[in-house]
C-alpha cells in the first residue's frame, strides 16, 4: 500500500513529538504493508511550513538505518487566499514529490463559494488538488453534491483511514460510506498524528474496502492511485454529466 498523507515527521506540527515518534510511526507503516509514505507537514495560520525542514528531518531518519516505507516530500496545505499566493509562486515545494498533485485541506466551519475559485486557480496552473479528508469536514459531511461538483472540475478526494473504520465517530463513517458508493474516493490515506491513536495502519480500512466495494477497488485506493500521486501519473476519475461543474474562477471575479 501506499500512504500520501500522514504527520510522522516529528517537530513540524501536531504530528509526531520526537525522532523515536516518527521511528515507530515508520515501523507500524511499514509492518501493515506501506512500502511508500508521503511526509505531508501542515501550512497554516498555526504552523509554518519549511520544505529544507523537512527534507533534512527525512534524511535524518534514512540514516537511522532503521526498516521503513520510502519516505517522499508532500505538504498539507490549508486551502486559503493567504496560502495560495507561495503555492502558485513555488508548486514543487508544495506538491507530492514536487510534481502536480498537491494535498488541500478545507477549513472546518466555513466553506465559502471563494473555494471554487481557489481549487480552480490551482488547477489552472497545472496543480491538481486532492481534498483532504471531505468525510469529517462538517460542512462538507452534508454537502456531498459539493463535492461532485469538485470531482467534475478537475480535483480528487481523499478519505482517512479510520474514518471508514469508524475511529472518527458515526457522521465521519456515514459520509465516508456514501462517498465510496457515489465514486468519489480516489484515494484512502492514514493521515498518521501519532503511534498510538492516530496510527499510520491502513490494513483495516483496506479489509473494510474489500467488503464494501471489492477487491479490485481497494488496490486502486490503496496503492494503484496514491502510487501514481507520487509518480505524477494521471489518475482516471468517474465524472457526473448530471452534475453541474463549478464556474471557472475568473467568472466570480467579474
Same mark, same amino acid.
Given at each position: ?44 495560520? =498555526? ?15 534514512? &540514516? ?5 516505507? =520510502? ?10 487566499? &493567504? ?61 456531498? &453534491? ?38 468519489? $474516493?480516489? $484515494? ?67
Amino acid at each position: 500500500m501506499v500512504d500520501i498523507h500522514s504527520h510522522v515527521l516529528w517537530g513540524l506540527d501536531d504530528g509526531a513529538r520526537s525522532f523515536e515518534q516518527s521511528l515507530e510511526m515508520l515501523r507500524i507503516s511499514a509492518e501493515s504493508g506501506v512500502t511508500d509514505i508521503v511526509a505531508t507537514p501542515h501550512s497554516n495560520a =498555526e504552523y509554518t511550513y519549511s520544505p529544507d525542514l523537512m527534507r533534512e528531518k527525512i534524511a535524518q531518519l534514512r &540514516e537511522s538505518g532503521a526498516p521503513m516505507p =520510502e519516505l517522499h516530500t508532500g505538504c498539507d496545505f490549508h486551502l486559503s487566499f &493567504e496560502n495560495l499566493d507561495r503555492a502558485l509562486q513555488h508548486p514543487s515545494q508544495y506538491s507530492i514529490a514536487g510534481r502536480q498533485y498537491i494535498l488541500v485541506e478545507c477549513p472546518d466551519f466555513r466553506v465559502g463559494p471563494e473555494t471554487e475559485t481557489v481549487l480552480a486557480r490551482l488547477l489552472d496552473t497545472g496543480l491538481i488538488p486532492i481534498v483532504t479528508h471531505p468525510e469529517r469536514n462538517p460542512v462538507l459531511q452534508n454537502n456531498l &453534491e459539493r463535492l461532485t461538483g469538485w470531482v467534475n472540475l478537475g480535483c480528487l478526494m481523499q478519505v482517512t483511514a479510520m474514518s471508514i473504520t469508524g475511529g472518527f465517530g458515526r457522521s465521519a463513517i456515514a459520509s465516508a460510506t456514501e462517498l465510496l458508493k457515489r465514486d468519489l $474516493v480516489h $484515494v484512502v490515506a492514514s493521515d498518521a498524528h501519532d503511534p498510538a491513536h492516530r496510527t499510520p495502519r491502513l490494513t483495516e480500512a483496506y479489509q473494510r474496502v474489500k467488503q464494501l466495494r471489492s477487491a479490485a477497488t481497494a488496490q486502486t485506493l490503496f496503492f494503484s492511485n496514491p502510487a501514481s500521486v507520487i509518480k505524477g501519473d494521471p489518475i482516471a476519475v468517474h465524472t457526473s454529466s448530471q452534475s453541474r461543474p463549478p464556474r471557472k474562477w475568473w467568472s466570480f471575479l467579474r
